[in-house]
């Protein structure tokens, strides 16, 4: 249930994150979800990929700073209210989430959502206890 999550340090200057996204693409690297945040002088590009193992290495081999971490993704009906459910459990719980991002997955009815959680263990409990679907590596592919 816990996804590796791949987080890039990219300067905010043209052609940077061309990079970051031509080295994954040049080596067959699928990208199943992404975020970006910016500042002015860089942002933190964190990326849900097929192959993150591959990716670290291959970013490092490079000279991007790169962190992997793990992260969880739960199905979220795509309706109002569906994302406020999920966010509603893990309040009453004393959850924080630290941050989150969002993303619709091929042929399904639901839209899959990214969270980075400060008890991700205590987070997946609770989750499980309140019939919240998580996704798994498998659904998602990755390898």
């Known amino acids: 249930m816990l996804l590796p999550q791949l987080s890039v340090f990219v300067e905010n200057k043209t052609g940077v994150l061309n990079g970051v996204i031509n080295i994954l693409a040049n080596n067959s690297i699928n990208i199943r979800g992404l975020s970006l945040a910016e500042t002015k002088d860089f942002g933190i590009l964190r990326l849900i990929l097929d192959k993150p193992y ?25 309706e109002p ?32 959502i ?18 919240v679907t998580l996704v798994k590596r498998d659904d998602l592919e990755l390898i």
């Open 114 to 131: 990214v969270l980075r959680i400060d008890d991700i263990e205590r987070a997946i409990d609770i989750l499980i206890e309140n019939n």
């Open 54 to 78: 591959k990716a670290l290495e291959l970013l490092k081999k490079n000279n991007y700073t790169t962190i992997l971490n793990e992260v969880i993704a739960v199905e979220v009906k795509d």
């Open 81 to 112: 209210g569906g994302l406020a459910k999920v966010l509603n459990i893990l309040a009453e719980k004393g959850i924080n989430v630290e941050y989150m991002y969002g993303f619709l997955e091929k042929n399904k009815d639901n839209a899959i």
